[in-house]
């Protein structure tokens, strides 16, 4: 069964970098686009960035553009996203996720825990 556990969140001062972690398993990684979503305090689902399967398609949010990286390693089954220059407004739980669409995040498939990210 599809399985992704996120890492790396945590306690950050604003304007601090932290780069969270995805590890898949359970589907075959390399050929599927992977997406991060974040859910803040009070608000909806947002779909934050995705990447295409070989890594050479990305999407941002307009929320994160610039400020944030996504990245896929198909030999690990693990995708990352580099959070920098992070706002109060970033503070959110952050899940990685598999969406059954293109668009980015059109329809969801399944998703992780989530890893909290706290910027104060």
């Known amino acids: 069964h599809v399985q992704l556990v996120e890492s790396g969140g945590g306690l950050v001062q604003i304007g601090g970098s932290l780069r969270l972690s995805c590890a898949a398993s359970g589907f075959t990684f390399s050929s599927t686009a992977m997406s991060w979503v974040r859910q803040g305090p009070g608000k909806e689902l947002e779909c934050v960035s995705s990447?295409?399967?070989?890594?050479?398609?990305?999407y941002y949010a307009d929320s994160v553009s610039v400020r944030f990286t996504i990245s896929r390693d198909n030999d690990k089954n693990t995708v990352y996203l580099q959070t920098n220059s992070l706002k109060s407004v970033d503070t959110a739980l952050y899940y990685c996720?598999?969406?059954?669409?293109?668009?980015?995040?059109?329809?969801?498939?399944?998703r992780g825990q989530g890893t909290q990210v706290t910027v104060s």
């Open positions: 990447i295409s399967s070989d890594g050479t398609n990305t």
């Open positions: 996720a598999v969406f059954r669409k293109s668009p980015p995040c059109d329809e969801l498939a399944s």
